[in-house]
């Protein structure tokens, strides 16, 4: 594969954002300083059963990051190295919280790197407030009617109280 010249830095944040929470949008805020356009990329994760569909988690994750101006989210399937590449992107973000997160970015940040050595994976540290923050926390303390305002943006907040309401 060639080598682009990447004159405009643009990035990629892959996640299942299932569904978005203040920890993944504290990294995006972050992260869009960094690069000139955060695509933010919510993608098929066949091991995990979603409770939102993709579609709903694309509009979740625009409802709660119209303040960012360089941010584009968007959906995939496929190897994440290609879609990377059809974005002009040679930049992955992802966050780390706990030590039990690195294990797993590390194998994945060196895989991706076996398969295309130009795309660099970059770690951001998570904020120490969200440090115990994941999508899957919050839809569990969710299920058990469990507070969880402060932890996911309130639209997000709505429609999982909503969701749960349901099951
Ligand atoms: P995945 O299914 O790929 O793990 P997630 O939606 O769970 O996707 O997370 C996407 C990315 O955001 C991952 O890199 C994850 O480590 C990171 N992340 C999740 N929650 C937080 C948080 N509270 N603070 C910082 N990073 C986080």
Do not use: W
């Not at 509009?59 to 303040?67: D, I, N, P, S, V």
């Not at 999982?160 to 309401?165: D, E, N, P, Q, S």
């Amino acid at each position: 594969m060639t080598c682009r010249n990447f004159e405009r830095r643009i990035a990629v944040c892959p996640g299942s954002f299932d569904p978005v929470t203040n920890g993944h949008i504290d990294i995006f805020e972050r992260a869009s300083r960094l690069f000139d356009e955060l695509i933010v990329a919510v993608f098929h994760n066949p091991n995990k059963k979603p409770l939102f569909t993709m579609e709903e988690r694309v509009k979740l994750l625009a409802a709660a990051t119209g303040h960012i101006p360089n941010i584009r989210i968007d959906s995939f399937s496929g190897l994440l190295n290609v879609y990377v590449r059809q974005q002009d992107s040679n930049v992955i973000v992802r966050g780390l919280r706990a030590l039990s997160d690195f294990e797993y970015e590390f194998q994945r940040a060196l895989l991706i790197k076996k398969v295309d050595p130009v795309i660099e994976t970059v770690f951001m540290m998570t904020s120490s407030e969200y440090s115990f923050v994941s999508s899957s926390g919050i839809k569990e303390l969710a299920k058990f009617g469990g507070p969880i305002a402060g932890m996911v943006p309130e639209s997000v907040e709505k429609e999982i109280v909503r969701r749960m309401a349901q099951i």
